[in-house]
């Protein structure tokens, strides 16, 4: 079993800066890839960004290309989300996923671990 913890969440005023974390359990973290998602209030969850068990993989949804930046440390365990220039539509709930197969994927359900998420508000 895959355990998910996701932290970093909080209020910022537009422009601000937040970096997400999510520790994982297992072991073989580097055999997994690890996906950001989001939903907003009233509506779907959707893709952020991904990155593969060896980080040479990192889509990005367009809405976030330049702006948020994925990483992570398989000496921690950990996946990393850096967002900048922050603005209110990216209010949302950030939920870390895990996939144990090598390859990113945009795809939700490709996932088949979840953290319980955290959440982002982005004054305006």
């Known amino acids: 079993q895959v355990q998910l913890v996701e932290s970093g969440g909080g209020l910022v005023q537009a422009g601000g800066s937040l970096r997400l974390s999510c520790a994982a359990s297992?072991?073989?973290?580097?055999?997994?890839?690890m996906g950001w998602f989001r939903q907003a209030p009233g509506k779907e969850r959707e893709f952020v960004a991904a990155?593969?068990?060896?980080?040479?993989?990192?889509p990005y949804a367009e809405s976030v290309k330049g702006r948020f930046t994925i990483s992570r440390d398989n000496a921690k365990n950990t996946v990393y989300l850096q967002m900048n220039s922050l603005k209110p539509e990216h209010t949302a709930v950030y939920y870390c996923?895990?996939?144990?197969?090598?390859?990113?994927?945009?795809?939700?359900?490709?996932?088949?671990?979840w953290g319980q998420g955290t959440r982002v508000t982005v004054s305006s």
């Open positions: 996923a895990a996939r144990g197969r090598p390859m990113a994927t945009i795809t939700s359900a490709a996932y088949g671990y």
């Open positions: 297992q072991r073989t973290f580097s055999s997994y890839t």
């Open positions: 990155i593969s068990w060896s980080g040479g993989s990192t």
